[in-house]
């Protein structure tokens, strides 16, 4: 039987329970809104120091459009800050990290979209770290765009129905790049519908804590229990 051990490149991670961590405090959702944020740029120290090779992160889904009105303006506000921010930040090119956006981008207002083309036009030739946000983002909504692209190629003779196989369907996806592992955080033990396709053979871990209480040390045991475990692939 085969059997891979590795390092993991490519790491994604569902950043649950800034909500609930604010609710712990006493304090309003949009604190723990941005106590999540500041966890982030922990994260990409950790990532950078790990080697790790591309990072993909769950930010908005598309299911967030239905909260209530005041939090999404809360978070578009973060949004903005914190883009603006990354546009600003010299560190972006000194450490060669890219900054690609997934989703369906254009359900933001116009003046998020535009600072999300700037900071990707701006590290599109860096490759020492790939950060994808996975923003207006849902695993079954990629899927569908990806039918629709495939529908109208077909339509248009661009392709056959019979030149439709994994590769093909994996190339109109937002993007192709498989995790080798997930991390979601928060507690609960579902997948909320990402990345159902470049997960299929991922590994999966599970944290009690809540984002904002995420740690080095958790990390990087995490990062060791993938190192250990033994991955078959269906093999």
Known sequence: MDIETRQAKHI???MDGNRRYAKKLHLPAGVGHEKGAEKLSNVIKWCL?????ELTLYAFSMQNFHRKQEEV???????RKHFAKLNDDK????????IKVVGRKHLFPNDIQESIAKIEEKTKQHDNLTINFAMAYGGREEIVDA???????IKHNEITAEEIDNETFANHLYFKSDPDLV??????YRTSNFLPWQTVYSEWFF?????????KEEFLDILNQFNNRERRFGK
């Open 12 to 14: 994604a991670m569902i």
């Open 49 to 53: 120091e790990a080697e790790i090779k």
């Open 73 to 79: 303006e809360g978070l578009f506000k973060l949004f």
């Open 91 to 98: 560190s972006i090119i000194e450490k060669k990290i890219r």
């Open 147 to 153: 039918a629709r692209k495939i529908a109208s190629e």
């Open 183 to 188: 991390i979601r955080t928060g507690g609960d």
């Open 207 to 215: 944290t009690q804590s809540l984002w904002p209480e995420l740690n």
